[in-house]
């Protein structure tokens, strides 16, 4: 069975830092892309990051650039998500997701997620 | 900034036939930009449904099906399921980066 399970989250001051997890099991974790999604209070998704099988290649939504980090253990089977400067716009529900998944079919290629956590909230606030 | 559109809110009656959609404000989706549409309800976590266009997950009810419709993808519930009330959501990529429409709320009534 496919596990995703995230902690870390909290309540931290503006400003402030934290440091998200996310523990797979039940996939050969290093064989896949991983991602970060956020979902503000009563808000939509936002795709945050997304980090590359061997942790070569990484991507941000531009609001995070330089302030949040992805990154992965192999040898662990976990992803992490570095906050820092943390604003009150960052308060969310943060999933990890297996994704987005690459692979080339017979009529082109094909990309999908699948797999999510159930989440952990951070909330950003004095 | 790219913007990728949903319709807010529909209301389809059981049994009933429904199509959402999803528009980039770049333009045409087309297969290029993979597509994905997510079920999520509430206090619960996203679910893949469907990927690149039109491909069905092992768990996806085969009632759900995605289409390339006027320059938007498409998720059409062909027989809605009391049980499809949710709040659905495309993802479009852009290159390196990965774009979540606003969302659709899926009333059964």
């Known amino acids: 069975e496919v596990q995703l399970v995230e902690s870390g989250g909290g309540l931290v001051q503006p400003g402030g830092s934290l440091r998200l997890s996310c523990a797979a099991s039940?996939?050969?974790?290093?064989?896949?892309?991983m991602s970060w999604v956020r979902q503000a209070p009563g808000k939509g998704l936002e795709w945050v990051a997304n980090?590359?099988?061997?942790?070569?290649?990484?991507s941000y939504v531009d609001s995070v650039k330089g302030r949040f980090t992805i990154f992965r253990d192999n040898a662990k089977n976990s992803l992490y998500l570095q906050m820092n400067s943390l604003k009150a716009e960052d308060t969310a529900v943060y999933y990890c997701?297996?994704?987005?998944?690459?692979?080339?079919?017979?009529?082109?290629?094909?990309?999908?997620?699948?797999?999510w956590g159930q989440g952990t909230l951070v909330t950003v606030s004095s | 900034q790219t913007v990728v559109t949903q319709e807010p809110s529909l209301t389809v009656s059981p049994g009933g036939t429904v199509t959402l959609t999803c528009a980039s404000s770049?333009?045409?989706?087309?297969?290029?930009?993979?597509p994905n549409w997510f079920q999520q309800k509430p206090g619960q976590a996203p679910r893949a449904l469907i990927y690149?266009?039109?491909n069905k997950h092992s768990w996806t009810p085969a009632r759900f099906s995605g289409s390339l419709l006027g320059g938007k993808a498409a998720l059409t519930l062909s027989g809605v399921q009391p049980e499809d009330e949710a709040e659905y959501y495309c993802?479009?990529?852009?290159?390196?980066?990965?774009?979540f429409g606003g969302g659709t709320k899926l009333t059964v009534l």
């Open positions: 993802l479009v990529y852009y290159g390196g980066a990965l774009v």
């Open positions: 980090i590359k099988e061997d942790g070569s290649e990484t």
């Open positions: 690149s266009t039109n």
């Open positions: 770049t333009g045409a989706v087309t297969s290029g930009y993979y």
């Open positions: 039940g996939i050969t974790f290093s064989r896949f892309w």
């Open positions: 997701a297996r994704g987005p998944t690459y692979y080339y079919g017979g009529s082109g290629y094909y990309s999908y997620f699948d797999y």
